[in-house]
């Protein structure tokens, strides 16, 4: 073994062991590994950070801000309302919020897709009595499942298709990953709705009082007669301001808005 082989392989051991450990964000230590190498040699300093130009990744961010785009337009919460039971059991519900995440990780990344579930995972779970991981765990292998489908629906199958084309070979087409990764999507999506949601470990909720509470979402109701009635929604953040209270969305009509125009009128009800 030569002397860079032994600094990759412990570059790649002590990458592992921090990822275990858990104290430091995993893109902070994936940054942190890169930059070892940079500066052992390892890797020229000049391609250290070309794979941000790397059309998997400049597709990945596109897709979000497509993403994000749907969030705060109120549309995936209009989809949801639209495709998911509102009266039905554990099963059903988690099958239908799965299928839901699979469908939109084909076509907007399974990052995104996730990312846009995971409140509606939330409140599914609140209102079935569930513990969260076993709604948002399913969720994450429904969207895993779903990017399989088409190339954008994850980033392998982009960098894949990007070194096909380099090899003279051509890149995949949109649906090219679809007559073997539908298949095993549908498969893994009845077994994870099924089956799988009921192997998660149920943890113990932590002891009141026993930690910082820190930042966290509430949902609150603007009653009759409450000072926010007929004002827009900047005057209602000036008299948060005090509070360090926040607002981040609005339900209007049954359609949650996530970052309100400031000037939304508030209504009560």
């Known amino acids: 073994m030569t002397g860079e082989q032994a600094v ?21 230590v ?3 590994a890169l930059l070892v ?26 897709v979000l801000i497509l993403g994000y785009g749907l969030q705060i337009s109120g549309a995936v919460d209009v989809l949801a309302q639209r495709l998911l039971p509102t009266a039905a059991g554990p099963t059903l519900s ?3 919020l799965i299928s839901l995440a699979a469908l939109l990780s084909g076509f907007m990344n399974n990052v995104g897709a996730l990312a846009l579930l ?7 779970a609140t209102k079935l009595n569930l513990p969260a991981g076993k709604v948002l765990m399913p969720l994450a292998f429904g969207s895993i499942l779903g990017g399989m489908t088409t190339l954008i629906g994850t980033p392998p199958n982009l960098i894949v ?3 096909r084309e380099t090899t003279g070979m051509g890149n995949f087409s949109m649906f090219d990953f679809s007559p073997v990764g539908v298949v095993v999507a549908v498969i893994g999506i009845l077994f994870v709705g099924l ?22 979402l509430s949902e609150v109701r603007i009653v009759e007669g409450s000072k926010a009635v007929n004002k827009p929604l900047r005057e209602v ?9 926040q607002v981040v969305s609005m339900v209007r009509r049954e359609v949650r808005i996530s970052a309100p125009n400031p000037g939304r009128i508030l209504r009560d009800g």
């Not at 391609?47 to 990945?60: Q, R």
């Not at 089956?195 to 966290?216: C, D, H, M, N």
């Not at 953040?237 to 209270?245: G, H, K, V, W």
């Open 8 to 28: 990759i392989i412990g570059v790649l051991i002590a990458t592992m062991a921090m990822f275990l450990w858990g104290r430091w964000r995993h893109d902070m």
């Open 237 to 245: 953040e000036l008299m948060l301001d005090e509070t360090d209270a």
């Open 161 to 163: 298709s990007g070194y």
């Open 94 to 96: 988690i099958l239908a």
């Open 118 to 124: 995971m409140p509606i995972a939330i409140q599914m």
């Open 37 to 62: 190498c940079v500066f052992a040699g390892l890797v020229p300093g000049r391609e250290a950070f070309a794979g941000f130009g790397h059309p998997a990744v400049i597709t990945v961010a596109c």
């Open 30 to 32: 994936a940054l942190g």
């Open 195 to 216: 089956i799988g949601w009921r192997l998660v470990p149920t943890r113990k909720q932590a002891v009141e009082g026993s930690f910082e509470s820190g930042a966290y």
